[in-house]
């Protein structure tokens, strides 16, 4: 079976702090791939990175960072400089072979950027 | 290039009757996925089609759900009759087909449908 875990309800900073948000995931497949997608308001899910399990290189694009860590099973990402258009909703996602490859998402994370 | 497109945006219905969605994916995308969103939680697959054919509809409850995808294009999600439980966010999503030895291609979504049943 496959889980995603996102400790954090909510997070609420004042604009140009960092955010760092946490995802937690379990899976028995040795090829998965991890997913962030963003949900502002409107509703949309907005697809932002995906990470394969064989590439563990870490990339900064833009003010948005992640850290992947097979060695504790997390899939971390940043915002840095936070502006007030990254409110959102983010979701961490994890899909392999042995879900059938559906998507697993974790119950997402509330980011409220203050001005 | 034109997202994924879903009509009606938001319906409000009485408990008992019956309603409709539909979405017209990404041109190119011949696969489309059909999720539901309680708040306060991720989305959780319905169904999903390959071209024409549900190739996971394990998750769709199938004595009131029920979907197509006539001519592998858009697609319709029905519910009938509804009840109270299914008020949620229907969201649908499109991608390019899995490839082959495990790679995978992200899915993009639209905007939902806001379902509320009275």
């Known amino acids: 079976a496959q889980k995603v875990t996102q400790a954090q309800t909510e997070i609420s900073v004042v604009e140009k702090e960092d955010v760092t948000l946490d995802c937690v995931y379990e899976t028995r497949d040795t090829t998965y791939y991890l997913f962030w997608y963003k949900q502002p308001p409107s509703g949309e899910l907005v697809f932002l990175i995906r990470r394969n399990s064989f590439d563990e290189q870490n990339e900064i694009s833009g003010r948005y960072s992640w850290n992947f860590q097979k060695s504790t099973s997390s899939f971390n990402f940043t915002i840095t400089a936070s502006q007030v258009v990254d409110s959102a909703v983010y979701f961490c996602a994890l899909i392999g072979r042995s879900n059938d490859y559906k998507l697993s998402f974790g119950a997402g994370t509330t980011v409220t950027v203050r001005a | 290039e034109a997202g994924v497109v879903q009509s009606p945006r938001y319906k409000i219905i009485e408990k008992k009757q019956p309603v409709a969605f539909w979405c017209n994916p990404i041109?190119?995308?011949?696969?489309l996925y059909w999720y539901r969103q309680n708040l306060g939680q991720g989305p959780e697959l319905l169904i999903r089609?390959?071209?024409?054919?549900?190739?996971?509809d394990s998750q769709l409850p199938k004595d009131r759900f029920s979907a197509e995808r006539l001519k592998g294009v858009d697609s319709t999600l029905k519910i009938q009759p509804a009840e109270l439980g299914d008020s949620a966010v229907y969201l649908c999503?499109?991608?390019?087909?899995?490839?082959?030895?495990?790679?995978?291609?992200?899915?993009?979504f639209g905007p939902g449908t806001r379902l509320t049943v009275l």
């Open positions: 041109s190119g995308h011949n696969t």
């Open positions: 999503a499109s991608s390019l087909a899995l490839g082959g030895g495990d790679t995978y291609n992200e899915q993009f």
């Open positions: 089609y390959e071209n024409e054919e549900a190739v996971d």
